[in-house]
């Protein structure tokens, strides 16, 4: 089928994806968007979309192509460039604690889980709150706070701030310490559930909270899903 599409209906379904409005869902966009990249993978040409041409982007240093194919600038990222579809994807592909964990468990369900267990007011930050990960990867925890990653992390954080610009958070010293406290206990749920030996771990209660550990297609709906939930006006 997919196959059969040719270069007009390309281009009519990939500049009807690339606009937001009250009557297209970001999800439906995104399943458009998927469809289109696939069909180029399969006729081996690269997925670009409107307004992603080369004098709209200007020199903006390294980047990186995201997976509905656009081309990112993680040092000076904008705004425009930043889409739920691209996070959701890579947060549901990232395993955490470096891929040492007896079943896969990813950032997207870590997240999603996280956002459910701070008040409620602070959920939207919550689910986001590793968003930048999407872009950077998922560094961890010895080398992220080492002295020498300090570039890293300032990095991280002017991206976090471009995401949560992107998507009307405004985070505060309240919101960041409810999410800390949530973000801190859950590890130990994680360990227990996921980890070889959890006994080499200093391991106090966490929020005895389940772990699914839900492969990433699962873990893609459930994120997809929460984020549907917490921001309407963007689904």
């Not at 993680?74 to 691209?86: A, H, M, R």
């Not at 986001?128 to 992220?144: F, M, N, Q, T, W």
């Not at 080499?200 to 550990?213: C, N, P, Q, W």
Request: hydrophobic share 40%.
């Amino acid at each position: 089928m997919i196959h059969q599409l040719d270069d007009e209906d390309l281009r009519a379904i990939s500049e009807r994806a690339a606009i937001m409005d009250h009557n297209t869902s970001a999800i439906e966009q995104w399943e458009v968007q998927s469809l289109v990249a696939e069909v180029l993978r399969l006729r081996g040409q690269p997925a670009q979309w409107p307004g992603d041409d080369d004098a709209s982007r200007g020199d903006r240093g390294p980047w990186i192509q995201t997976f509905t194919g656009r081309r990112f600038h993680p040092l000076s990222p904008q705004t425009t460039d930043i889409v739920i579809e691209d996070i959701a994807h890579a947060l549901s592909m990232i395993c955490r604690y470096a891929g040492h964990t007896r079943k896969f468990y990813s950032v997207a369900e870590h997240s999603v889980i996280v956002s459910l267990h701070v008040p409620p007011e602070y959920a939207r930050e919550a689910l986001l709150h590793d968003a930048s990960e999407a872009y950077i990867g998922d560094v961890s925890r010895p080398i992220k706070h080492s002295p020498i990653m300090c570039e890293y992390r300032r990095v991280e954080a002017e991206l976090t701030c471009a995401i949560y610009e992107r998507f009307g958070i405004k985070s505060t010293v309240e919101s960041q310490q409810a999410i800390d406290v949530v973000d801190q206990a859950l590890p130990h749920d994680e360990i227990k559930a996921l980890m070889a030996d959890p006994a080499m771990f200093r391991v106090r209660k966490g929020l005895d909270t389940s772990i699914g550990a839900l492969p990433p297609r699962h873990a893609l709906h459930v994120f997809a899903q929460r984020f549907r939930e917490l921001f309407p006006e963007a689904a």
